[in-house]
């Protein structure tokens, strides 16, 4: 990691970085997109014929009969794991299942005016893909993280994909009694998904990290199939002035393992906590090369020169996880993913089993959305109902409106029923007299 400071010879350079950080996200995907182009163009024309051929030599599958798990396979997992990685994973699956079922919209109406009922109706996507990574590392808390919100929300069916996928990512599948499972990753996975083959039939949204491959698939076909977010390398900002430099040297080496990608960032007015923290780090990192590699090539602390710049240059980097010191914090929180309070709360437990999601916005996408949830696999349906009253008292302002627009159909339109409606009055009004 390096310091940089934000006041006196080194607020240059620093002003350099942070607009190298607020400019960061997707440019990465092109040196991969000619390839993924290639792949996905391919499945989408050959179907299962190029969906196998890509899954052998990417995936290792021996054959066409190998590309389903079965439910015995993913029994068989859950059997053969732990009692204790079995209660973590329950744990981990009802605290999920809490936050998202709280997350929940629900449908509503209302009537603003005397004849007029406005509303929404929450229904659920037919079908979704949930890609679970298949690394460095085994990840069914991914797979927990993506089925579950597509389960409260009521997704009828769920698919999951994973290349090579762990006995923990089995088990936890039998876990949530996920039926569709399939071994296959990268571009052809997320090009089967969103154009379907004879094997695999095509979802309406896809959700989940993966590697460059997986995510430049995901921008490629995302006018054809919805898409939660592309999610790039892990992210971590912690921005303490009095936090424990252990804590916080641990957090930063725990989030910069995922990926030799990984950006850490310490800011503080603390220089002190800065220097203590540097040394930490590199401590905790030396037998952990992934985040030893991420942190010598992506590793920063920026020293600020007031408590409001720090507050500052956290919301314009926008970070994936953030954490701060104290509740009274989160007024000046404007864009994260996900915030952590206090030197309790260690970012992993966020990861794991705290609830709400880690599948997180990264490249600065916190600026516009949060991470994903139970919102991803609902569609809000509006609903209008005018009785002839309602049509009377806002009927003449939309046909000025209309008729301001140039769209005189339009204003036909309410016109034809304003008559009607008029009609209706006088006669009830006569039959009232």
Not at 132 to 140: D, Q, T
Request: glycine content about 8%; some cysteine; aromatic content about 4%.
């Amino acid at each position: 990691m390096k310091i940089i400071r934000t006041k006196g010879r080194g607020a240059a350079p620093a002003a350099a970085v942070l607009e190298s950080l607020e400019a960061r996200g997707s440019a990465a995907l092109d040196t991969v997109l000619p390839a993924v182009k290639r792949i996905v163009t391919d499945v989408r024309k050959k179907g299962d014929r190029a969906l196998f051929r890509y899954a052998a030599e990417f995936d290792g599958l021996a054959g066409a009969a190998d590309l389903r798990v079965t439910r015995e396979e993913m029994a068989t997992a859950w059997a053969a794991i732990d009692p204790a990685l079995q209660q973590a994973l329950s744990t981990a699956a009802e605290q999920i299942r809490a936050f998202a079922q709280r997350q929940l919209p629900t449908s509503w109406n209302d009537s603003p005016i005397d004849g007029l009922i406005t509303g929404q109706l929450v229904r659920p996507l037919g079908s979704v893909g949930c890609y679970v990574p298949s690394g460095r590392h085994p990840l069914p808390s991914t797979l927990l993280m993506t089925a579950i919100p597509a389960q409260v929300a009521g997704v009828a069916r769920i698919v999951v994909v994973s290349p090579n996928p762990a006995l923990e990512t089995l088990a936890a599948a039998h876990l949530l009694g996920i039926t569709d499972f399939y071994r296959v990753g990268g571009a052809h996975a997320i090009a089967a998904l969103a154009y379907g083959t004879a094997s695999l039939a095509r979802v309406d949204k896809i959700a989940g990290p993966g590697n460059l491959y997986v995510t430049a698939a995901k921008r490629m076909v995302a006018f054809d199939c919805a898409i939660d977010m592309l999610a790039g390398p892990t992210e971590i900002v912690v921005t303490s002035d009095r936090g424990i430099a252990s804590g916080i040297a641990s957090d930063l080496v725990a989030q910069a393992e995922h990926d030799p990608e990984a950006l850490a960032i310490f800011i503080t007015t603390n220089s002190e906590l800065a220097k203590d923290v540097l040394a930490e780090t590199k401590l905790r990192s030396r037998e952990n090369p992934v985040a030893r590699e991420s942190l010598n090539r992506n590793g920063l602390i920026i020293v600020t020169a007031s408590a409001d710049q720090a507050h500052a240059i956290t919301n314009r980097i926008a970070p994936e996880h953030l954490t701060v010191d104290a509740t009274s914090d989160l007024k000046w929180v404007q864009n994260a993913g996900s915030v952590f309070v206090g030197r309790w709360s260690a970012q992993p437990m966020g990861d794991y089993i705290s609830g709400p999601n880690h599948t997180l916005p990264t490249g600065g996408m916190a600026r516009v959305r949060g991470g994903l949830s139970v919102n991803d696999f609902v569609k809000l349906i509006t609903v209008q109902e005018y009785s002839a009253q309602g049509l009377r008292i806002l009927g003449p302002q939309a046909v000025l409106l209309a008729e301001a627009e140039g769209l005189t159909g339009h204003a036909e339109a309410i016109r034809t029923r304003l008559r009607r409606a008029s009609s209706k009055g006088q006669s009830t009004r006569r039959s009232n007299v």
